[in-house]
T-cell receptor
Framework: DAGVIQSPRHEVTEMGQEVTLRCKPI?????LFWYRQTMMRGLELLIY????????DSGMPEDRFSAKMPNASFSTLKIQPSEPRDSAVYFC??????????????FGEGSRLTVL | AQSVTQLDSHVSVSEGTPVLLRCNYS??????LFWYVQHPNKGLQLLLK??????LVKGINGFEAEFKKSETSFHLTKPSAHMSDAAEYFC????????????FGSGTRLSIRP
């Protein structure tokens, strides 16, 4: 399997622009997670899905952030409008519920976002 | 509720010497515990996981960790450090159901001196 695939790997944009980050989970995985990593705050869980349904979005910073999972093989994280404080590395991860509590997360390589 | 504490934000060792990265957890139930490694500009990769089958868990690249319930610890060790081990390491706890939150520690940066 190709693993979790994220795009773009790097994004530089200007404040106020819309940013869309994309993720393709590992085939057959029914959990998908979006994390944000910064030096100041470390790894933060933004939202996670089970069977394409958002289960917990309490980590989404504010209404400027939204995430969707239209099907089992694709998810997006959108920021509109973007702000400099959104600059971070955004990770997507997937896991299989069949593995239960022992199932590990498989991470993508991350999308590094810089908002000027 | 679960929580995890990595006791050192930065550890520096000389190449060829032992590595010890400390992790303490709190969980109301028997947890699943994991160690992940993150090399610069890369995603997180699973090193090893504790699934209650054995208290001493062996992982990739010569790392291992011992689950000690009495001490609520899951420290990561390696007998001999290699330059390629320089990375950020995360201890992770997961609750008793697959829907439970996955809690990441704050990370320990491991530096290797030549």
């Amino acid at each position: 399997d190709a693993g979790v695939i994220q795009s773009p790997r790097h994004e530089v944009t200007e404040m106020g622009q819309e940013v869309t980050l994309r993720c393709k989970p590992i085939s057959g995985h029914d959990y998908l997670f979006w994390y944000r990593q910064t030096m100041m705050r470390g790894l933060e869980l933004l939202i996670y899905f089970n069977n394409n349904v958002p289960i917990d979005d309490s980590g989404m910073p504010e209404d400027r952030f939204s995430a969707k999972m239209p099907n089992a093989s694709f998810s997006t994280l959108k920021i509109q409008p973007s702000e400099p404080r959104d600059s971070a590395v955004y990770f997507c991860a997937s896991s299989s519920g069949l593995a239960g509590v022992h199932g590990e997360l498989f991470f993508g390589e991350g999308s590094r976002l810089t908002v000027l | 509720a679960q929580s995890v504490t990595q006791l050192d934000s930065h550890v520096s060792v000389s190449e060829g010497t032992p590595v010890l990265l400390r992790c303490n957890y709190s969980s109301s139930y028997s947890p699943s515990l994991f160690w992940y490694v993150q090399h610069p500009n890369k995603g997180l990769q699973l090193l090893l996981k504790y699934t209650s089958a054995a208290t001493l868990v062996k992982g990739i690249n010569g790392f291992e960790a011992e689950f000690k319930k009495s001490e609520t610890s899951f420290h990561l060790t390696k007998p001999s450090a290699h330059m390629s081990d320089a990375a950020e390491y995360f201890c992770v706890v997961r609750g008793y159901s697959s829907a439970s939150k996955i809690i990441f520690g704050s990370g320990t940066r491991l530096s290797i001196r030549p």
